[in-house]
């Protein structure tokens, strides 16, 4: 959740995000090795929303983006997604599933229906790139901001959660 790739801070840029994906890629195969008594074949990957920084929300965001095209910053999640599961599915695991939700940046403006968000962009071109496997991606773009997820018998619901607001209490 929350990538927010494309943006630039001190601490933060698309690269950061790259070295995220290296250091839970490692943390998987620990884990996989460390459990591999279970029967773990199946990687679920859930995706809840505001991957790309998006453009348009506020007006100095240009200053703080390392990609400002919108465009550019979704293909490019797509691909380095895209190749970080492959090596996964490679090496690790013999199936993955991808799910996805929108969240609420990457819109083409902060004015702009929440329906034209650039996750779902994201999530088509990952599907794009991985039409040739048997990894699917879900995302419902018809009700893009919330999905139920069975992992063996059990439900979770995927919602990026900006609507949800604390009652002070």
Same mark, same amino acid.
């Not at 801070?9 to 698309?14: D, E, G, I, L, S």
């Not at 419902?140 to 919330?146: L, Q, R, V």
């Given at each position: 959740?929350?990538?927010?790739?494309?943006?630039?801070?001190?601490?933060?840029?698309?690269?950061?995000?790259?070295?995220?994906?290296?250091?839970?890629?490692?943390?998987?195969?620990?884990?996989?090795?460390?459990?591999?008594?279970?029967?773990?074949?199946?990687?679920?990957?859930?995706?809840?929303?505001?991957?790309?920084?998006?453009?348009?929300?506020?007006?100095?965001?240009?200053?703080?983006?390392?990609?400002?095209?919108?465009?550019?910053?979704?293909?490019?999640?797509? *691909?380095? /997604? !895209?190749?970080?599961?492959?090596? +996964?599915?490679? $090496?690790?695991?013999?199936?993955?599933?991808?799910? =996805?939700?929108?969240?609420?940046?990457?819109?083409?403006?902060?004015?702009?229906?929440?329906?034209?968000?650039?996750?779902?962009?994201?999530?088509?071109?990952?599907?794009?790139?991985?039409?040739?496997?048997?990894?699917?991606?879900?995302?419902?773009?018809?009700?893009?901001?919330?999905? *139920?997820? /069975? !992992?063996?018998?059990?439900?979770? +619901?995927?919602? $990026?959660?900006?609507?949800?607001?604390?009652?002070? =209490?």
């Amino acid at each position: 959740s929350d990538q927010h790739y494309g943006k630039l801070t001190k601490t933060y840029t698309p690269d950061n995000y790259e070295k995220t994906l290296d250091f839970i890629g490692q943390q998987l195969v620990a884990n996989r090795e460390t459990y591999k008594e279970f029967d773990v074949d199946k990687l679920i990957i859930g995706y809840l929303g505001d991957g790309p920084d998006g453009t348009g929300i506020y007006p100095s965001q240009p200053h703080h983006q390392k990609i400002t095209d919108v465009g550019d910053q979704c293909l490019s999640l797509a *691909k380095h /997604n !895209v190749s970080w599961i492959r090596r +996964l599915r490679k $090496h690790i695991f013999s199936g993955v599933d991808i799910h =996805g939700v929108v969240g609420n940046h990457p819109r083409v403006s902060r004015y702009a229906n929440e329906k034209t968000n650039f996750d779902t962009i994201t999530y088509r071109y990952m599907q794009m790139l991985l039409d040739t496997t048997d990894i699917p991606v879900y995302h419902d773009e018809n009700n893009a901001f919330i999905q *139920k997820v /069975n !992992v063996r018998g059990h439900n979770f +619901l995927l919602y $990026h959660g900006h609507d949800i607001r604390n009652s002070g =209490g």
